[in-house]
């Protein structure tokens, strides 16, 4: 089953084990409930799930105590921890004009001008915008932000994204 990043454990909140999670996805309401089990990545877990027994709102970002984590010391622990879910493969599917981030993964970009650039590594999510990162051979991965004025085309079936960079971007 394919797996949907959700959040990232920024730190810990409080003296009761409980965690601040940066949203990373477009339905954080439903992402973030009680009794969700997350799959996990980075941070000291090595892969462990995590279960959340409680889920509270702040400042616009979930405020989560999971299982097993009931004081600041243990939720210490977990920062830096990217959460994912399984997900079915019919809500891979997007709305016209979208494409979900996991299906970004993996995908060749292709200037028009530079020609193939790299790989698709990761999508992370900012405030006004996505950014791809993609791995280059031999290079610093490039950080291309994944706007309508840059972003030509995301042909997944062809696993290509097709770019039109301003000059220097790749230098930065």
Do not use: C
């Amino acid at each position: 089953m394919p797996e949907l990043v959700v959040g990232r454990i920024v730190r810990p909140h409080g003296l009761r084990g409980e965690v601040v999670v940066e949203v990373r996805t477009d339905d954080p309401e439903t992402r973030f409930q009680p009794g969700t089990e997350y799959r996990t990545k980075g941070g000291q877990l090595k892969g462990a799930p995590l279960k959340a027994v409680t889920v509270r709102w702040h400042q616009g970002r979930p405020m989560i105590g999971f299982e097993g984590h009931s004081d600041r010391n243990a939720s210490e622990l977990l920062r830096g921890v990217v959460l994912s879910v399984e997900i079915d493969e019919e809500e891979l599917v997007a709305e016209e004009d979208e494409v979900h981030d996991t299906l970004l993964i993996g995908l060749t970009v292709v200037d028009r001008e530079a020609g193939e650039i790299g790989t698709v590594a990761r999508v992370d999510h900012g405030a006004a915008y996505e950014t791809l990162v993609v791995k280059r051979k031999g290079q610093t991965p490039a950080l291309i932000p994944f706007v309508a004025d840059m972003v030509v085309e995301v042909d997944v079936e062809a696993g290509t994204i097709s770019v039109d960079l301003p000059p220097g971007l790749l230098e930065l």
